[in-house]
Nanobody, 123 residues
Framework: DVQLVESGGGSVQAGGSLRLSCSVS????????MAWFRQAPGKEREGVAA???????SYVDSVKGRFTISQDNTDHTLYLQMNSLKPEDSAMYYC??????????????????WGQGTQVTVS
C-alpha cells in the first residue's frame, strides 16, 4: 500500500525558509504525479506545486520563483523548498500522489494518496 508522510513544517518569520519532505513508501507505477497542496483555515485546499515522473515541475503563480519542488528517487522522498516565505503561505501542507501524468495537477480529486499534513506558520 502507498503511504505518504510529511515532515519539516514549523514556524518561521517572514522572509525565512523551510524545506518540507514527504517520505513515500509503496509503488504507484513508472508514470506518476506528485504534488504539494495547502489549506489555510476557512479556505479551500490549493495546489501549490507538482512534479511528474520525468522531473517536470509546475507551480501556482503565487509561489513561482520562491518555491521549488524536487524528488529524490534514491530515498523515495518528495521535497518542497520554500524561500521568501510570506504570512499568506501559512497553512497545513499536504503531499499527494497518483498514477498518471500531471495534466490536472491543481485538482485535488486527481490524487488517490495523501499524507497527514505538516503545519507551516509564517509570522
Amino acid at each position: 500500500d502507498v503511504q505518504l508522510v510529511e515532515s519539516g513544517g514549523g514556524s518561521v518569520q517572514a522572509g525565512g525558509s523551510l524545506r518540507l519532505s514527504c517520505s513515500v513508501s509503496g509503488y504507484f507505477g513508472r508514470t506518476y504525479c506528485m504534488a504539494w497542496f495547502r489549506q489555510a483555515p476557512g479556505k479551500e485546499r490549493e495546489g501549490v506545486a507538482a512534479i511528474d515522473s520525468d522531473g517536470n515541475g509546475s507551480y501556482v503563480d503565487s509561489v513561482k520563483g520562491r518555491f521549488t519542488i524536487s524528488q529524490d528517487n534514491t530515498d523515495h522522498t518528495l521535497y518542497l523548498q520554500m524561500n521568501s516565505l510570506k504570512p499568506e503561505d501559512s497553512a497545513m501542507y499536504y503531499c499527494a500522489a497518483d498514477r498518471g501524468a500531471c495534466l490536472r495537477w491543481v485538482h485535488d480529486d486527481e490524487y488517490a494518496y495523501w499524507g497527514q499534513g505538516t503545519q507551516v506558520t509564517v509570522s
